[in-house]
């Protein structure tokens, strides 16, 4: 029996780009949003109200959750246990299962951008993009909290098509086999 390796097959080109592409993306907007952005919280219209770009530092997680004063430490091990979990499933998606690679590759580049923003600095993640109307605003987010969200959607979406596609199992039931009728003579 050929020995199968415990690598996964599964388009390691396109989800090491996914991966990388993202990190790289989000590590450069981050820089950017530090270096060009006036000061913390204080807004700079884009798009009038609706799109504004305001430097936050994030101490908990996405939308501002906060575990108090250990939510670095605690959002950190979260993030590294997502991470292994993360790669068991890559490990088991087939070759031709490109929306799971896609978005296991999205999901994975962004926790790995807001993972380095995390051990880079105690003062928390950077976050920039603010996108409401007046006093209705989403929580500023990043890159990496896009293509998490993104790659989220889509590989729910992906693992709700695979559980529609694996047929059902026939119960079992006690079935006796007939059993071979001779003809006598």
């Known amino acids: 029996m050929p020995r199968r390796s415990s690598r996964s097959r599964a388009r390691p080109g396109l989800f090491w780009s996914l991966v ?102 105690p003062i928390g993640v950077v976050d920039f993009m603010d996108i409401g109307f007046r006093d209705w605003r989403w929580p500023t987010f990043n890159v990496a909290d896009i293509a998490v969200s993104t790659g989220a959607f889509l590989l729910a979406w992906a693992l709700w098509g695979e559980e529609k596609r694996t047929p059902a199992r026939p119960a079992v039931t006690d079935v006796v086999p007939e059993a071979k009728m001779s003809s006598g003579g």
């Open 20 to 121: 990388a592409g993202v990190v790289a993306v989000d590590v450069i907007t981050k820089f950017a949003a530090l270096t060009a952005l006036p000061g913390q919280r204080v807004p700079r219209e884009v798009v009038g109200d609706w799109v504004r770009l305001t430097l936050v530092f994030n101490r908990g997680a996405a939308f501002g959750l906060n575990l108090g004063p250990w939510s670095r430490e605690i959002f950190l091990v979260l993030t590294v246990l997502a991470l292994v979990i993360l790669a068991r499933l890559y490990r088991g998606t087939r070759p031709d299962d490109v929306l799971r690679v896609v978005a296991l590759g999205l999901v994975c580049g962004g926790a790995i951008g807001n993972l380095i923003d995390r051990v880079r600095s």
